[in-house]
């Protein structure tokens, strides 16, 4: 394989908040090779957004590297990473907060090409139109306010902004899910047509993993700040290890007809990353860990990353598929 583009060496990420030291990320080890579109899911609070800010620069590290074309970010001078920092873009979950809303939307477009000098001035307005035209929205659209568009044009203007910077690689986090499902299919459909187009890296965060069976060639799934499971599209879709990701799958009934299983029903919420469980984090709602009497090890040893093609954190992963159906409701 190629050298990643960009990649997470044993990275953890830590804050400080009034009841004590929050774990965000623990010992993140991933790269995302040039090109690639690389998916991350998980529940809402098990680290998918922080992770993405770090590879971006956005959010220290507390221990490990981000490597950026094999340069740790965190080390450039101030004038090289301004003329890194915009090959690195990110499209928000919710596109009206991601917009200023003074700016009409060809100025907010047109914005980074002038910051970074990406084009003469004369040439600012072609840009735009071109960039209009990529998202698929019309050019006299360029004088609307932003809330003067739908929630799907919104969420195409802030693409069309992320690429105006000429970024080699690109976050979205979780840019659909404000969105009604019709029109998240038309920008998951955009998405993936301008990934192809571009040849942009991509991260791609959901917290479904059906929403990104269509875009990426990998998974990452998280759980409390660590990958529990990574591996290919279709290993994670059609033999999945961690007894989390079964989980996830069953909730959605496509997939549930796809395995013929039921829903596998995790119990109670996700821990609190500043005290989070001893041993394996998932064993407090792991449906596994139960069925098998509760075994110690889960209690007690945090299990690896472990796999030379698909790599899975369980002590007992080899048994979670055959268990699946009797777990299920």
């Keep these: 394989m190629s050298p990643s583009l960009i990649e997470a060496q044993d990275v953890s990420v830590r804050f400080n908040t009034p009841q004590g030291r929050l774990t965000a990320i623990k010992s993140v080890t991933l790269g995302i090779e040039r090109g690639e579109c690389l998916g991350v899911v998980g529940e809402s609070g098990s680290g998918k957004s922080t992770l993405a800010r770090a590879l971006l620069g956005l959010t220290p590290v507390a221990r490990g590297k981000i490597l950026y074309n094999g340069v740790d970010i965190s080390k450039m001078s101030p004038r090289a990473w301004r003329r890194t920092r915009r090959r690195l873009q990110i499209v928000f979950q919710d596109p009206l907060s991601a917009l200023n809303p003074r700016l009409r939307a060809g100025e907010a477009i047109a914005e980074p090409i002038r910051v970074h000098r990406l084009r003469e001035r004369r040439g600012v307005p072609q840009r735009v139109g071109e960039l209009f035209d990529q998202v698929g929205l019309s050019r006299r659209m360029a004088d609307r306010f932003p809330h003067e568009f739908s929630g799907g044009q919104q969420q195409r203007i802030v693409i069309a902004r992320a690429l105006a910077a000429e970024p080699e690689f690109m976050v979205c986090d979780e840019p659909t899910s404000s969105l009604d499902v019709s029109i998240q299919a038309q920008v998951l459909g955009l998405i993936q047509d301008l990934q192809r187009q571009l040849n942009v890296t991509l991260l791609f965060i959901a917290h479904a993993l059906p929403v990104i069976r269509r875009l990426a060639g990998r998974v990452a799934v998280m ?107």
Excluded at 227 to 250: F, K, N, W
Excluded at 255 to 269: F, P, S
Excluded at 298 to 327: I, K, N, W, Y
Aim: glycine letters at 8%.
């Design 223 to 329: 759980y409390l700040g660590r990958v529990v499971e990574m591996g290919s599209r279709d290993d994670i879709y059609s033999r999945p290890s961690h007894p989390y990701t079964l989980a996830l799958l069953s909730a959605f009934p496509a997939t549930k007809r796809a395995d013929n299983t039921g829903h596998i029903v995790l119990r109670g919420d996700l821990p609190s990353p500043i005290g989070p469980p001893s041993g394996c984090a998932f064993h407090t709602r792991c449906w596994l860990y139960e069925m098998l009497g509760r075994p110690e090890v889960c209690r007690v040893v945090e299990p690896p990353l472990a796999g030379s093609v698909s790599a899975v954190a369980c002590h007992f992963a080899q048994d979670a598929r055959a268990a699946s159906g009797t777990a299920a409701s």
